[in-house]
C-alpha cells in the first residue's frame, strides 16, 4: 500500500499541528419521546491539519506523488500518527502483543518516573533471549525504539530495530537506550527488541517507538493505535507555495478512519 511520505530527517510532522478527534453515535427519538443512543465504533475518525515549512523540491515531489496517485480524495494510504507510542500494552509485558520466548517477566517494580509500573526480565536460559514486538510500519520508515533499563550488575543489553542492532552497558542506574533509524527497505512491518544475554536480568521501563529520529517524553499505551491505514486528503487540491530557491511551504488536511 501507499505511505504518507516523512519529511526532513525522518519526521511525519512539523510544528505546529492539529489533531481533532471524533466520535459518531447512533441515535433513535422512539414514539414515547425515549432516546436510545448506540456509540458507532468504527464511525470515528481524525482530523489532522499539517503545516510544513521548508521543504525541499525533492519532498514536494514525494507528496504531490502520493497526491497524483491518490486522484486527490478518492484513494486511501497509510498513516502514522506522529504524536503517538505505536507499541500495545507498553506497561503490560504478559499480553499477547509481547513475544517474550523464554524470558520470566514480573510486574509491578520501582520505576524511575517513582511509581510501580516497571518489569523484572529475566533471561534463564543458556543463550539469548529477546522481548519483542513487531508493528505494521513500512521499512523505510525513520523510527525511535527506546526504553529505561536497570540492572543490579554492570552488563550489556542489546536493542534492536529488525536486522539492526546496539549493544549498550547498564548499571544499577536507570538510564533511557535507544535505537534511531530505518528498517528493511522493503518490508511491510518492522520488529523492535530488547536482547538479554544468557543469566542475565534487567528492569524495564517506558518501552517506546515513535516514527521520527529521536524519543520524546515516555507515553504508556494499552492497546496498539497509531498505524492508520485508512487515510485519505481532505481537499481537492494540494497547496504549494514556493517560499525560497529550492524551498516550499504547503499546508495538508487529513482524513483518518479509526
Known amino acids: 500500500m501507499n505511505w504518507f511520505p516523512q519529511v526532513g530527517a525522518g519526521?511525519?510532522?512539523?510544528?505546529?499541528?492539529?489533531?481533532?478527534?471524533q466520535w459518531r453515535a447512533i441515535t433513535n427519538v422512539l414514539e414515547s419521546g425515549e432516546t436510545i443512543s448506540l456509540p458507532d465504533s468504527k464511525g470515528g475518525q481524525i482530523e489532522w491539519r499539517l503545516s510544513y515549512q521548508e521543504l525541499t523540491d525533492a519532498e514536494i515531489g514525494r507528496l504531490s506523488s502520493l497526491f497524483s496517485t491518490c486522484k486527490g480524495e478518492a484513494a486511501s494510504f497509510g498513516f502514522v500518527d506522529p504524536l503517538a507510542n505505536l507499541l500495545g500494552w507498553s506497561e503490560d509485558l504478559a499480553k499477547p502483543d509481547w513475544q517474550s520466548g523464554l524470558l520470566t517477566i514480573t510486574g509491578g517494580l520501582s520505576d524511575p518516573m517513582g511509581t510501580q509500573r516497571a518489569w523484572n526480565v529475566q533471561n534463564t536460559a543458556d543463550g539469548e533471549q529477546m522481548l519483542s514486538q513487531t508493528l505494521g510500519i513500512p521499512g523505510h520508515y525513520t523510527a525511535c525504539f527506546s526504553a529505561y533499563v536497570r540492572s543490579d550488575s554492570a552488563g550489556s543489553i542489546g536493542i534492536m530495530r529488525d536486522r539492526t542492532r546496539l549493544n549498550l552497558p547498564v548499571g544499577p542506574q536507570w538510564k533511557r537506550i535507544q535505537i534511531s533509524g530505518a528498517g528493511v527497505a522493503?518490508?511491510?512491518?518492522?520488529?523492535?527488541a530488547i536482547v538479554l544475554p544468557a543469566r542475565a536480568a534487567v528492569k524495564i521501563f517506558g518501552l517506546q517507538v515513535e516514527v521520527q529520529p529521536w524519543p520524546s517524553a515516555y507515553r504508556p499505551t494499552?492497546?496498539?493505535?497509531?498505524?492508520?491505514?485508512?487515510?485519505?486528503?481532505?481537499?481537492?487540491?494540494?497547496?504549494?507555495?514556493?517560499?525560497?530557491?529550492?524551498?516550499?511551504?504547503?499546508q495538508i488536511k487529513l482524513i483518518s478512519r479509526v
Open 11 to 21: 519526521v511525519m510532522a512539523q510544528f505546529p499541528l492539529q489533531r481533532k478527534r
Open 186 to 192: 522493503d518490508a511491510e512491518q518492522a520488529t523492535f
Open 222 to 250: 494499552g492497546a496498539a493505535a497509531g498505524i492508520l491505514q485508512e487515510t485519505r486528503f481532505g481537499g481537492g487540491q494540494l497547496a504549494v507555495t514556493s517560499t525560497a530557491p529550492g524551498l516550499s511551504a504547503c
